[in-house]
């Protein structure tokens, strides 16, 4: 496995007017859904309108941050740093209905599978730059 390269600095997330919570929620350890205020259909990654009842007013729920892989890829090429390789990136079918991207450890990349149950962690990546990532639900 390559290590990441020390001297890259970590991409940051886009912030915008819809997403800022999400990653207010992320630096405090929080995975934060946004939902529509009318409909209560939850909804990821962020957006300004409901697909559902075409609504504008959103709010947030706090997801339990456990759920199953939907879907993954492991990718190995190219190495791209700060990021170490192989990096399984999956896409997690949360316990309260809508699904994100995220990073997932712990596992060795060739012995990932869909539907295995996950649970959220974070970490501080770079000096205020928290991240998201997904580890089996019960490991440490
Ligand atoms: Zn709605």
New binding site residues.
């Given amino acids: 496995m390559n290590e990441p390269t020390k001297s890259a600095r970590h991409p940051r997330p886009g912030l915008t007017h819809d997403n800022r919570f999400f990653w207010d929620g992320v630096a405090q350890r929080k995975l934060l859904i946004q939902r529509?205020a009318?409909?209560r259909?939850l909804q990821h990654p962020p957006a300004p309108m409901?697909p559902?009842?075409h609504?504008f007013e959103m709010d947030f729920v706090e997801a339990s941050g456990q759920g199953v892989i939907h879907s993954f890829v492991v990718v190995h090429h190219p190495p791209v740093p700060p990021f170490a390789y192989p990096n399984v990136i999956v896409l997690v079918e949360l316990a309260e209905g809508t699904r994100l991207v995220s990073r997932l450890v712990g596992v060795d990349p060739d012995a990932v599978a869909i539907g295995t149950a996950v649970q959220v962690d974070f970490e501080t990546v770079e000096g205020d730059l928290a991240l998201h990532f997904f580890r089996p639900a019960g490991a440490q």
């Fill in positions: 529509c009318t409909c259909r409901c559902s009842c609504g």
